[in-house]
């Protein structure tokens, strides 16, 4: 069983940490250490209050056939940054992108947004590093 939150730890830290590196409006304070704790911080609340959260929301998750379960991830993470000070997530600019043809306007990324991208981004990261040691 510790094996198993350790695992968890370490593919949450590596899945904030990412985040982080990607997404321009999430970023922490204060290294390596604060990062360590806002992950443990972040698994706790994953683990104690997020089945209580899907319980409690399991109507309107089953008449959205599951989509508002994003919209409890993006809870879990905004309840992370009230604890934990040193984990900061804010809009931005995106400056936009153009490549060959593709394009994607410049746009302002409101709070909200950058919390839904922040959480998807979690959640991938995380899903992804299962996948590969369950291999």
């Given at each position: 069983?510790?094996?198993?939150y350790?695992r968890?730890?370490?593919?949450?830290?590596?899945?904030?940490?990412?985040?982080?590196?990607?997404?321009?409006?999430v970023?922490?304070?204060?290294?390596?250490?604060?990062?360590?704790?806002?992950?443990?911080?972040?698994?706790?609340?994953?683990?104690?209050?997020?089945?209580?959260?899907?319980?409690?929301?399991?109507?309107?998750?089953?008449?959205?056939?599951?989509?508002?379960?994003?919209?409890?991830?993006?809870?879990v993470?905004?309840?992370?940054?009230?604890?934990?000070?040193?984990?900061?997530?804010?809009?931005?600019?995106?400056?936009?992108?153009?490549?060959?043809?593709?394009?994607?306007?410049?746009?302002?990324?409101?709070?909200?947004?950058?919390?839904?991208?922040?959480?998807?981004?979690?959640?991938?990261?995380?899903?992804?590093?299962?996948?590969?040691?369950?291999?």
């Amino acid at each position: 069983m510790f094996k198993k939150y350790l695992r968890l730890y370490l593919i949450n830290l590596a899945a904030v940490a990412s985040t982080a590196y990607v997404i321009e409006g999430v970023s922490y304070q204060g290294g390596f250490r604060s990062l360590a704790w806002i992950t443990l911080i972040f698994l706790l609340v994953e683990t104690f209050l997020k089945p209580l959260a899907k319980l409690l929301l399991l109507p309107i998750n089953l008449l959205t056939l599951g989509v508002f379960r994003w919209v409890i991830n993006v809870l879990v993470l905004y309840l992370v940054t009230r604890i934990t000070p040193e984990l900061i997530i804010k809009s931005f600019y995106f400056d936009g992108f153009n490549s060959q043809g593709f394009s994607i306007p410049a746009i302002n990324i409101s709070l909200f947004w950058v919390f839904v991208l922040a959480s998807f981004s979690i959640s991938l990261v995380a899903a992804i590093f299962i996948w590969l040691i369950k291999k």
